[in-house]
């Protein structure tokens, strides 16, 4: 650090000792969308860190995340030399987690201290502007003007699975064979409540029987008339670090229909809290991911995936935000809930990611819950 960061080092916190905190609105709104947003900053002035939450309007979900300061201009540090808080011209960058699985990044710059505006997009490309630092009576009126503007455009798109069911009367998770003659697992959680279950085929609804639950493991073992090659289910020995992908269905209403696959690797041998009976992976997984097999590079069952950690309660447990931590159900778990069945437990030889994309496409389906 020279002389002159460390002058402003200074500067900074001695002015941050009569106001350590400040708190002011954020509103916002999505270019192409009938969405608008407010919310509240929380910034730290000494550290330049912040945390933020907002709400939409129309769709009410609830975004939150934490920013910092990536750019001082050489006048601040100036200022700061001479106990002046000056702020103009930093630019930062914010992360938000939003509970329907959206991710938004975006970037700012200071007018002032507590002050400014910014842009970003989610990670479907959904652009979006905001501004931050106005009175709370500004800000309603801001948010009310923002409103009124983008009433016309389209409708903003958002999937939360247990509420769309409670709203539109359904929701979706993805299954997979365990047996060739249509025995298939899931996590309970995608089927729990439902009246009826279904499997998509070939754009097809096929009627789904739940045979088994198992609610502490949030597993569930069903039953459709599909065929097509089982995921091998021999409990192989796993380790961290291990290579792992997923294959299942997130975020339909958003990303379509279509098989998507994940990669990445086992973190832990146990889950959060220490909890035997799970995995932490860093594969990444959206809603819909949910009963999606966890499978290594033999080919073989690792797990279900199940969860992803709560970023908000971690952020407020610990003043960080988890990136990327995931969790499935071990194999193991599914002892009991496919005793008596015929599954293929045999060691498949070691084969590439693209290679098992191949040999178990037909093997996982999207599952519908009424």
Same mark, same amino acid.
């Given at each position: 650090?020279?002389?002159?960061?460390?002058?402003?080092?200074?500067?900074? $916190?001695?002015?941050?000792?009569?106001?350590? &905190?400040?708190?002011?609105?954020?509103?916002?709104?999505? #270019?192409?969308?009938n969405e608008v947003f407010i919310g509240e900053v929380n910034h730290n002035l000494a550290s330049g860190t912040a945390f933020i939450e907002v709400e939409a309007k129309n769709s009410g979900i609830r975004c939150s995340g934490d920013s910092h300061v990536v750019h001082v201009p050489a006048s601040n540090y100036?200022? @700061?030399?001479?106990?002046?808080?000056?702020? &103009?011209?930093?630019?930062?960058?914010?992360? $938000?987690?939003?509970?329907?699985?959206?991710?938004?990044?975006?970037?700012? &710059?200071?007018?002032?201290?507590?002050?400014?505006?910014?842009?970003?997009?989610? *990670?479907? @490309?959904?652009?979006?502007?905001?501004?931050?630092?106005?009175?709370? #009576? *500004?800000?309603?009126?801001?948010?009310?003007? *923002?409103? +009124? +503007?983008?009433a016309v455009r389209p409708e903003f798109p958002v999937y939360r699975p247990r509420e769309t069911r409670k709203e539109i009367g359904y929701s979706t998770g993805t299954g997979f064979l365990v047996t060739g003659t249509g025995h298939m697992v899931t996590n309970f959680h995608v089927i729990e409540g439902a009246s009826d279950v279904y499997v998509v085929e070939n754009g097809v609804e096929r009627p789904v029987t739940v045979l088994k639950v198992d609610e502490d493991n949030d597993v569930a073992l069903l039953k459709t008339?599909?065929?097509?090659?089982?995921?091998?289910?021999?409990?192989?020995?796993?380790?961290?670090?291990?290579?792992?992908? &997923?294959?299942?269905?997130?975020?339909?209403?958003? +990303?379509?229909?279509?098989?998507?696959?994940?990669?990445?690797?086992?973190?832990?041998?146990?889950?959060?809290?220490? #909890?035997?009976?799970?995995? +932490?992976?860093?594969?990444?997984?959206?809603?819909?991911?949910?009963?999606?097999?966890?499978?290594?590079?033999s080919g073989q069952l690792v797990g279900v995936v199940t969860a992803t950690l709560n970023q908000l309660v971690t952020l407020r447990e610990s003043g960080t935000l988890p990136q990327n931590v995931n969790y499935a159900v071990k194999a193991e778990s599914l002892t009991e809930l496919l005793a008596g069945l015929p599954i293929d437990t045999g060691r498949a030889s070691e084969m590439d990611f693209k290679s098992l994309v191949a040999r178990y496409d037909d093997s996982v389906y999207l599952v519908v819950a009424r």
């Open positions: 650090m020279n002389p002159m960061q460390r002058f402003f080092l200074v500067a900074l $916190l001695l002015f941050s000792t009569a106001a350590c &905190t400040a708190n002011y609105p954020v509103v916002g709104s999505f #270019d192409e969308y100036l200022a @700061g030399a001479f106990l002046i808080p000056y702020c &103009t011209g930093q630019k930062g960058k914010a992360y $938000l987690s939003c509970d329907d699985g959206r991710r938004i990044d975006s970037t700012w &710059t200071a007018d002032s201290c507590t002050s400014g505006y910014g842009y970003g997009t989610d *990670e479907r @490309g959904a652009r979006f502007q905001f501004a931050f630092g106005m009175s709370e #009576d *500004e800000a309603f009126k801001r948010f009310e003007t *923002e409103g +009124q +503007q983008a008339d599909v065929t097509g090659q089982p995921v091998n289910t021999g409990q192989p020995d796993v380790f961290v670090a291990e290579d792992v992908m &997923t294959l299942g269905y997130p975020l339909v209403q958003i +990303q379509g229909q279509a098989l998507k696959a994940s990669f990445g690797r086992i973190n832990s041998l146990s889950g959060l809290g220490d #909890d035997p009976r799970f995995v +932490q992976i860093d594969v990444p997984i959206q809603p819909g991911n949910s009963g999606g097999p966890l499978i290594n590079t």
